[in-house]
């Protein structure tokens, strides 16, 4: 937990800072009122369809003059001032949070990028967002709109979900409602699962994972996705759109909060 600081001078006496150390045991689960989750969606390296091989660019910048350090290692244990870290192709297909103090967050920069670097030379990828909490969705709908349904394109759903032990005893382990519906407010498909179990001080940092694989419906075609995710569970979610013949990558991702139940 937090802890005072005292410092102690020969000419000045001792000067108490209060709570201003954060200690938790080696093992035990990060406080998440301490430490804020920052959302990368992939960091992955790994064959796909059609000879691509795909790899996520991930840079971290700390432009403070002053180490910050990290609650998991993803990064390192910490980032020294003015550092910025590449990491590459980490394995962690299904996303993971970067564990940082709310306090420096806002002080800290990201981007992530996937691109398919057996055909680099036609283009640089794609940006992925990199999502802070204060983008996630609690307790209203997320929408991604336009999102194509045509045979051209493979569409797929990625939905993360944190939970915190204070809302129902429940970690990681929420029902998804994805509702797909056309301009004209036809419903066209709808699933509604349970996101896999997550045990243990690891699920701070790790995310409940759904994706869905939209169906083709036609040429031209084009749907609005709604996604709800219940006890209290802090989410997000985007769309990979890829093109079957060139394999190049768009991003959909929500942008403001509300949309149809």
Not at 7 to 16: D, E, K, P, W
Not at 150 to 156: F, L, N
């Amino acid at each position: 937990g937090l802890h005072d600081m005292k410092i102690i001078t020969t000419t000045s006496g001792t000067h108490t800072f209060p709570a201003a150390v954060y200690y938790h045991a080696p093992g035990a689960a990060p406080d998440p009122a301490i430490f804020e989750r920052v959302l990368f969606p992939v960091l992955f390296e790994g064959g796909g369809q059609q000879g691509s091989q795909w790899r996520s660019e991930a840079v971290i910048s700390n432009p403070t003059p002053y180490t910050i350090e990290l609650a998991n290692a993803i990064a390192g244990p910490r980032l020294e001032l003015r550092e910025r870290r590449v990491l590459e192709g980490e394995q962690y297909p299904h996303g993971i949070a970067l564990l940082v103090p709310r306090a420096e967050a806002d002080n800290l920069a990201f981007s992530l990028r996937a691109r398919d670097v057996s055909r680099e030379s036609d283009n640089f990828g794609t940006e992925v967002p990199v999502v802070r909490e204060s983008q996630m969705f609690r307790d209203s709908v997320l929408t991604l709109l336009d999102v194509p349904l045509d045979p051209r394109y493979r569409t797929k759903v990625r939905a993360y979900a944190f939970s915190d032990p204070i809302f129902l005893g429940l970690v990681n382990n929420n029902d998804v409602k994805l509702t797909v519906r056309r301009a004209n407010g036809e419903t066209i498909q709808q699933f509604w699962t349970r996101s896999p179990v997550c045990e243990g001080a690891s699920c701070t940092a790790t995310p409940g994972y759904l994706e869905f694989d939209l169906a083709p419906i036609g040429a031209g075609e084009r749907g609005d996705v709604y996604i709800q995710f219940t006890d209290g569970a802090l989410g997000w979610a985007f769309a990979s759109v890829t093109n079957n013949e060139t394999q190049q990558v768009t991003i959909i991702s929500p942008n403001g909060r509300g949309g149809q139940p």
